[in-house]
């Protein structure tokens, strides 16, 4: 059963890597922990997603406000390790990340984004209900929902 835990002193150190050909499009365990720090103070919120006591991947959101000031759900990260890809792991965990956005009710959008040429990220997140804003940084496409 997949199951989001916070990233604690017990499990941050969790050997977690997707496979070479993915790394131009996913951070590391070691960024997306960066990056956390980073957002702390803006809802940071960083899990290790297991299956029963397996840590499998990895995952995080925060609160990102737009020039205008208006708030959405910034879903930053999610990487599933190369030796459990396949296996529907990403999909659960990113619709529990969403249920705690939810929950959370702090905002009624999410954003998120990928690189351009991860077809199986884009999938992904269309199955999920994201669509494309229209709008690119670089070569980062980005998709919003709404909650």
């Known amino acids: 059963?997949?199951?989001?835990?916070p990233v604690t002193p017990d499990n941050w150190r969790s050997e977690l890597k997707v496979a070479?050909?993915?790394?131009?499009y996913v951070a590391n365990a070691a960024v997306l922990l960066a990056r956390a720090y980073a957002y702390r103070e803006h809802g940071g919120r960083a899990f290790v997603i297991y299956d029963d006591e397996t840590p499998v991947g990895?995952?995080?959101?925060?609160?990102?406000?737009?020039?205008?000031?208006?708030?959405?759900?910034?879903?930053?990260?999610?990487?599933?390790?190369?030796?459990?890809?396949?296996?529907?792991?990403?999909?659960?965990?990113?619709?529990?990340?969403l249920d705690l956005?939810?929950?959370?009710?702090r905002f009624d959008t999410v954003t998120l984004c990928y690189i351009e040429g991860n077809d199986e990220a884009r999938r992904l997140y269309?199955?999920?209900?994201?669509?494309?804003?229209?709008?690119?940084?670089?070569?980062?496409?980005?998709?919003e929902k709404k909650l």
């Open 1 to 5: 059963m997949i199951e989001l835990h």
């Open 101 to 105: 956005m939810r929950e959370d009710g």
């Open 58 to 97: 990895m995952a995080l959101y925060y609160y990102y406000f737009d020039e205008d000031g208006r708030g959405a759900y910034d879903f930053s990260q999610l990487f599933i390790d190369e030796r459990y890809q396949g296996r529907g792991f990403g999909t659960k965990a990113a619709e529990l990340v």
């Open 126 to 143: 269309e199955k999920l209900g994201f669509t494309h804003t229209g709008e690119a940084d670089g070569d980062e496409i980005i998709m």
């Open 20 to 24: 070479p050909e993915q790394e131009k």
